[in-house]
């Protein structure tokens, strides 16, 4: 039996004992923990206490309660997938999303009408309840299992512009992007990303384990005029994937001479 003799409540120096075993090595990534009576009688404490210490460490994102089997060392091993982020186009003129080959439709695709947030307003460069296109797509990586959700937002007034965008907001984004310069935009792209802890139906969606947050990559689409055309939004597990960038020198422009 490992004594217990920490300041603080019972369970936490339970949780504390457990993080350490872990953290040593004693419990390996993915491997099940002891059973509730096998840490009750390896700590000398009650149920109620093992089973708050194992809630704390659930919370904290060390461990995965899985019902039915029992509680088991989350993994910290690399996520399995890595994104290239980025947009090209071929000598036939079609643009190209390097890793957008992978994803597979996991359900179709909903195509729906909704108005700006202050967020979404903001990144289209528009006021608060302005008149939006919008398609959600679940996607699936079929070699990983990695699930993501995919959303488009196409503002109205770009729609009636580009007629076809009002028609087929649901086209895939290289797609999108080509009728967009057909239409005479020369297009170029901002995108961020974040992490957040997932809303309930964003974690239901992606299947994540509990104390796993989410990937939120924001890309804006700009004309000619660097207008904001579209905005896509990418959420995925943090855990599964990871974005890769390619970075390249710009150069400045020359400046003119004073007259």
């Given amino acids: 039996m490992s004594e217990i003799q920490r300041p603080g409540a019972l369970y936490q120096q339970v949780a504390a004992a457990i993080r350490e075993a872990i953290l040593?090595?004693?419990?390996?990534?993915?491997?099940?923990?002891?059973?509730?009576?096998?840490?009750?009688?390896?700590?000398?404490?009650?149920r109620p206490t093992v089973r708050n210490a194992i809630a704390a460490l659930r919370a904290e994102g060390l461990i995965d309660v899985r019902h039915g089997k029992g509680s088991f060392v989350r993994s910290s091993g690399q996520p399995v997938l890595t994104l290239e982020q980025g947009?090209?186009?071929?000598?036939?003129?079609?643009?190209?999303?390097p890793s957008g080959d992978i994803w597979q439709e996991a359900e179709e695709p909903s195509t729906y009408r909704i108005r700006t947030t202050?967020?979404?307003?903001?990144?289209?460069?528009?006021?608060?309840?302005?008149?939006?296109?919008?398609?959600?797509?679940?996607?699936?990586?079929?070699?990983?299992?990695?699930?993501?959700?995919?959303?488009t937002l196409i503002p109205f007034e770009v729609a009636e512009a580009v007629p076809l965008l009002g028609q087929e907001p649901?086209?895939?984004?290289?797609?999108?992007?080509?009728?967009l310069t057909q239409a005479g935009h020369k297009l170029t792209w901002t995108e961020t990303v974040r992490a957040r802890m997932p809303l309930p139906d964003e974690r239901t969606t992606l299947q994540l384990s509990d104390a796993t947050p989410i990937l939120h990559v924001s890309r804006i689409t700009h004309g000619t005029d660097d207008r904001a055309l579209i905005l896509e939004e990418l959420r995925f597990g943090a855990d599964r994937a990871e974005l890769a960038y390619r970075i390249t020198a710009d150069k400045q422009p020359a400046r003119r001479p004073r007259s």
């Fill in 24 to 46: 040593a090595g004693e419990f390996e990534p993915d491997s099940l923990l002891p059973s509730e009576a096998q840490l009750m009688a390896r700590y000398g404490v009650s």
């Fill in 87 to 97: 947009v090209s186009r071929t000598a036939e003129d079609e643009f190209v999303m």
């Fill in 118 to 151: 202050k967020t979404t307003g903001q990144l289209l460069q528009l006021d608060v309840e302005e008149a939006l296109f919008g398609c959600d797509r679940l996607l699936i990586d079929p070699s990983t299992g990695t699930r993501a959700m995919h959303r």
């Fill in 170 to 179: 649901c086209k895939p984004s290289a797609a999108l992007y080509w009728v």
